[in-house]
T-cell receptor, first 111, second 117 residues
Framework: SQQGEEDPQALSIQEGENATMNCSYK?????LQWYRQNSGRGLVHLIL?????REKHSGRLRVTLDTSKKSSSLLITASRAADTASYFC???????????FGTGTRLKVLA | DGGITQSPKYLFRKEGQNVTLSCEQN?????MYWYRQDPGQGLRLIYY???????QKGDIAEGYSVSREKKESFPLTVTSAQKNPTAFYLC????????????????FGSGTQLSVL
């Protein structure tokens, strides 16, 4: 089952612009994570936000979490061509060691 | 360097054949996972293991089998019963802290692309 639904499915922006992608989920969670995947490669962890946190920053990344709406957003500021990749959210819950991934957003940053 | 190694990078399966994908980690992680990714899609969980000699089915386990005889290794066998095996397979691991559930970041291998001849 796919816990997370992400939108948009695809996003194309100019270098220097900000990119925002959203993730919605269905069940109670104890954390939400964002991953990046370059074409044909494995996933790389970007940031983890716990259910008792509302916002987290890491470099040019800003993540927000709204547990009442069961949604999260990832903002990439001042995007670069090297940010071109697919971005996935994943949720973890208490009582299980399963991580459930969303469907992903394909980001293309044009130089 | 610590990490997760998947091999081979590309694998071809003939009809009726079983094939095994290798996943080895030297991160001393207890938990290991296998995911399947179809083109343009998200990741779907096949099997996961929290500890040696124990594993659980994920959402799409039919046609697959695993073993966890050593902490470092979690091989995945794609059996002939899996009629649509063409996909990108990803192995991941994470520390397991008892009682906290899925609460840590995942470390991924570089993947194996499986195709049918």
């Amino acid at each position: 089952s796919q816990q997370g639904e992400e939108d948009p499915q695809a996003l194309s922006i100019q270098e220097g612009e900000n990119a925002t992608m959203n993730c919605s989920y269905k069940t109670s969670i104890n954390n939400l994570q964002w991953y990046r995947q370059n074409s044909g490669r494995g996933l790389v962890h970007l940031i983890l936000i716990r259910s008792n946190e509302r916002e987290k920053h890491s470099g040019r990344l800003r993540v927000t979490l709204d547990t009442s709406k069961k949604s999260s957003s990832l903002l990439i500021t001042a995007s670069r061509a090297a940010d071109t990749a697919s971005y996935f959210c994943a949720t973890g819950s208490s009582g299980t060691y399963k991580y459930i991934f969303g469907t992903g957003t394909r980001l293309k940053v044009l130089a | 360097d610590g990490g997760i190694t998947q091999s081979p990078k590309y694998l071809f399966r003939k009809e009726g054949q079983n094939v095994t994908l290798s996943c080895e980690q030297n991160l001393n992680h207890d938990a290991m996972y296998w995911y399947r990714q179809d083109p343009g899609q998200g990741l779907r969980l096949i099997y996961y293991s929290q500890i040696v000699n124990d594993f659980q089915k994920g959402d799409i386990a039919e046609g697959y089998s695993v073993s966890r005889e050593k902490k470092e290794s979690f091989p995945l066998t794609v059996t002939s019963a899996q009629k649509n095996p063409t996909a990108f397979y990803l192995c991941a691991s994470t520390p397991r802290y008892r009682g906290l559930g899925a609460n840590e970041k995942l470390f991924f291998g570089s993947g194996t692309q499986l195709s049918v001849l």
